[in-house]
C-alpha cells in the first residue's frame, strides 16, 4: 500500500511492506548473562523469535561467571545449556573481579563445550567509563582475547 496515497499526500511519500517472520535458521540459540542481559529480557526474546528455530534467555541480575551468592552461576547456567545447541551467546564478566576472569571463562567453555555446543558468542565489556583513563574491563577484555586462542569455538 502507498502511505501518503492513504492520507491524500501528494509527495511520493514511501511505500509499507507487511513483513512475516518464519524460522530463518534451523539453529538453536542460548542466551546466559548477568544483569545487563536481565536487563533485554523483554526485548531480546521477541527479537529472536521465529528467528532460530529454539531460543532461550537466562539472565540473573548480579551473575558471576563462576561463584558468588547467584545460583546458578554462569557454571551453572552452561550446565544447563541443553546437549548440542548449536549457539550460546554469553555475556557476564560485570560482577566478576577481572583478574580472576581468565580462569572462570575457561569453566565457562569446558562445560559448554563438554555440553557439545557449536558456537560461543562471548560479548565484551564496555570500557566506556573509565578511571583516571583507565578502564575496569579492560582486563576482562584481553582475557576475553587471549581465551580465543585456547577455544576453537569462541
Known amino acids: 500500500m502507498l502511505f501518503s496515497g492513504q492520507f491524500g499526500w ?3 511519500g514511501f ?3 507487511t513483513i512475516t517472520r518464519g524460522v530463518a535458521v534451523a539453529a538453536s540459540l542460548f542466551f546466559i548473562g548477568d ?3 536481565a536487563s ?3 526485548e531480546l526474546p521477541g527479537l529472536m523469535s521465529g528467528v532460530f528455530a529454539s531460543y532461550t534467555h537466562d539472565a540473573l541480575s548480579s551473575r558471576r561467571t563462576a561463584g558468588g551468592s547467584v545460583v546458578p552461576d554462569g557454571v551453572g547456567a552452561a550446565a544447563s545449556v541443553p546437549a548440542g545447541t548449536d549457539i550460546v551467546v554469553v555475556e557476564l564478566g560485570y560482577n566478576d573481579d577481572p583478574d580472576a576472569l ?3 571463562i575457561d569453566q565457562v567453555m569446558a562445560t559448554l563445550s563438554a555440553r557439545g555446543v ?4 562471548w560479548t565484551t565489556m564496555s570500557e566506556r567509563r573509565q578511571a583516571n583513563g583507565v578502564s575496569r574491563y579492560a582486563p576482562a577484555n584481553a ?3 587471549s581465551a580465543r586462542g585456547r577455544w576453537s569455538n569462541l
Open 102 to 104: 581468565a580462569g572462570r
Open 118 to 121: 557449536g558456537v560461543v558468542i
Open 10 to 12: 501528494r509527495s511520493p
Open 40 to 42: 533485554i529480557a523483554t
Open 15 to 17: 511505500t509499507l511492506l
Open 143 to 145: 582475557a576475553l582475547e
Open 35 to 37: 544483569s545487563v542481559g
